[in-house]
């Protein structure tokens, strides 16, 4: 059975840190691209960062390049999100994403909650 599971997020003020971290399990996570998405309230879901299979590729929305990191690591099937100098518009729920058109899987997470207030 296929898992993806977000852990990390909470409450963090304006100019903080956080950092996300999704565990997966029931699939060959290392043949799946990674991508973490958000989605605020009255908003569409965006993608805010992804890494390729091997991870040597990342991409960035505009709006957190520079402050976001995301990164990977196959042996222990984990995939994570730095955030640093937050702001309240990072506020969302955020989820992790697999995907492999050669092991034909398409997977989230159940999203977890990041707050960005003072």
């Known amino acids: 059975q296929v898992h993806l599971v977000e852990s990390g997020g909470g409450l963090v003020q304006p100019g903080g840190s956080l950092r996300l971290s999704c565990s997966a399990s029931g699939f060959n996570f290392s043949r799946y691209a990674l991508g973490w998405e958000r989605q605020a309230p009255g908003k569409e879901r965006e993608l805010v960062a992804g890494?390729?299979?091997?991870?040597?590729?990342?991409s960035y929305a505009p709006s957190v390049k520079g402050r976001f990191t995301i990164s990977r690591d196959n042996a222990k099937k984990t995939m994570s999100l730095q955030m640093n100098s937050m702001k309240p518009e990072d506020a969302a729920v955020y989820y992790c994403?697999?995907?492999?058109?050669?092991?034909?899987?398409?997977?989230w997470g159940q999203g977890i909650q990041v707050t960005v207030s003072s």
């Open positions: 890494i390729t299979v091997t991870g040597d590729s990342t």
């Open positions: 994403h697999a995907i492999s058109f050669y092991e034909d899987g398409n997977y």
